[in-house]
C-alpha cells in the first residue's frame, strides 16, 4: 500500500476469501484492506497513539439518518457522555480533498452537532474547529492532542 503522510504502525494484514484485510482495532475484527480503509487504520493509530485519544470513545462506520438515508460516519469521536466531539472523514490518497469532501461531513454533522471535523486522505489532513454560539468555524494548524479538546 502507498506511504502516507502519517507514522507508521504495525499493521495486522491477512488474505480472506482471496481477499487482503486489515484488522480494524476499533471493531476488533478483520476488515477489507481498501485504501481508504488503510488511511483510516493510520489515522485513527495516529490519533491513540500519537495524540492520545482514548480508543474506547472512538467508533468506526457509524450510521446517520439524514434527510430519510442512511449514511455512515468513518470516524466519531464521543465524549465521556457519549455525545459526539469530532467527526472524522476519509479518502483515499488518490482523492483530492474539495468542497464536495467537506459539504459531505458538514452534512453528517448537521445530525450529530460535533465540535470538531476532520477530513483526511492520507495525504492531507484538515481540522476545523465549530462555533456553535457565533455561527463560526476556524480551521486548525494541525490536530489537536486529546487533552486540547
Known sequence: MLSLNLPTFNAKIGVK????????????????????????QHFVHFLIEHKGYPSALLA???????????????TVLYRRNLTPQMIVEYKA??????????????????????????????LQHYCCQIDYVHGTYRFLSDIPAYLEL
Not at 476469501?17 to 483510516?40: C, Q, S
Request: glycine share 4%; net charge positive.
Open 17 to 40: 476469501d482471496g481477499k487482503r484485510v486489515i484488522f480494524d482495532a476499533i471493531r476488533h475484527r478483520y476488515v477489507a484492506l481498501t485504501p481508504e480503509e488503510w488511511v483510516r
Open 60 to 74: 468506526n462506520e457509524i450510521q446517520v439518518k439524514l434527510n430519510g438515508t442512511k449514511k455512515r460516519c468513518d
Open 93 to 122: 490518497p488518490d482523492v483530492a480533498i474539495t468542497q464536495a469532501v467537506f459539504d459531505q461531513i458538514m452534512r453528517y454533522n448537521m445530525v450529530l452537532r460535533a465540535d470538531y471535523l476532520v477530513v483526511s486522505n492520507g
